[in-house]
C-alpha cells in the first residue's frame, strides 16, 4: 500500500487508466468477436459493416495506448484477409 502522497496519486491514476484500457479492450475483442461470427456465416454484407467497425475500434484502441501499434496493425491484417478469403 501506497504510504506518501505521490505515491497514493499513482496508485489512483493507474486504477483508472486500467479501467479505461479494460474498457476498450473489452469493447474491441467484442467487435472482433462479431465479425468472426459474421465471416463464419458467411454473411457477406453484414461483414463488411463489422470489419469496418472493428478496424475503427481496434485503431482507437491503439491510439489510447491500451494495445501496441503493431498487435493492431497485425489484427486488422489478418482479420481483412479473413474478410476477403470468404469472398
Do not use: C, P, W, Y
Request: proline fraction near 0%.
Amino acid at each position: 500500500m501506497a504510504t506518501h502522497a505521490q505515491a497514493e496519486k499513482r496508485a489512483r491514476q493507474n486504477d483508472k487508466r486500467r479501467e479505461r484500457n479494460r474498457l476498450h479492450k473489452t469493447a474491441m475483442r467484442t467487435a472482433i468477436r462479431k465479425l468472426r461470427k459474421a465471416i463464419e456465416t458467411g454473411d457477406k454484407s453484414e461483414a463488411g459493416k463489422l470489419l469496418e467497425a472493428a478496424v475503427s475500434r481496434i485503431s482507437r484502441t491503439a491510439s489510447r495506448g491500451a494495445i501496441h501499434a503493431n498487435k493492431a496493425a497485425r489484427t486488422v491484417s489478418r482479420l481483412t484477409r479473413a474478410f476477403f478469403k470468404m469472398q
